[in-house]
């Protein structure tokens, strides 16, 4: 069962903040990031556009996270690659640094599937099992509103990329949509390290 952190994450914690960085504000870091990257040539204004719509989100999961709690990944079909690459590269050994409880559950998929009428019963059904496998887990969707989507949102609090919603900024037609992918996906792995090594406050 996923819960608090292992024991090494928290002695590796406990470690960092008895370092004494200087911390900077999680907003300005990130409006900094995305300029450097720019002068780079890395394609980021658009992020800059919509920050405002972004960052808080991305601000809440990761305190969920260096708080101790897990996350789900779950996707639309068109968007499985995603999930894939994200649980292939949030936690890898060379990174040097502790895994984070980021999971995905291939199977999950065909389950909310086969319940394509929503019924509250057959969600609930879904989420007790959640329950007994993992605690304080929220859900990270990324797709088209869609039954996952609806599922995803029913079960709580998450960070929800739903394509072609008014509260987003990533459209299901988008020519450049895997790439904006990609690049928040590697804003947020930065930010969580920078997080975690408190180097940046999670105030905006």
């Not at 790439?179 to 905006?204: G, H, V, W």
């Amino acid at each position: 069962m996923l819960s608090l952190p292992c024991a090494s994450f928290i002695v590796f914690m406990n470690l960092i903040n008895k370092c004494g960085f200087t911390m900077e504000n999680i907003s300005d870091w990130f409006l900094r990031i995305i300029r450097e990257d720019e002068k780079k040539g890395i394609m980021s204004g658009w992020i800059e556009e919509k920050r405002f719509i972004f960052l808080p989100s991305m601000t809440y999961t990761i305190e969920h996270i260096i708080k101790g709690g897990s996350i789900i990944v779950l996707t639309d079909e068109k968007c499985e690659w995603f999930g894939d690459y994200i649980i292939t590269h949030i936690n890898q050994s060379h990174k040097g640094r502790p895994f984070f409880p980021i999971v995905q559950i291939k199977y999950l998929h065909n389950m909310i599937d086969s319940n394509k009428e929503g019924s509250i019963q057959g969600f609930k059904l879904i989420k007790d099992m959640l329950d007994m496998m993992y605690s304080n887990y929220r859900f990270w969707y990324i797709g088209k509103k869609n039954t996952r989507a609806d599922f995803a949102k029913n079960s709580g609090e998450g960070w929800f990329w739903i394509f072609d919603e008014n509260n987003t900024f990533l459209s299901s037609t988008d020519e450049k949509l895997d790439y904006k992918l990609l690049s928040l996906f590697k804003l947020f792995d930065r930010a969580i390290l920078e997080a975690m090594f408190n180097r940046i406050s999670l105030d905006i």
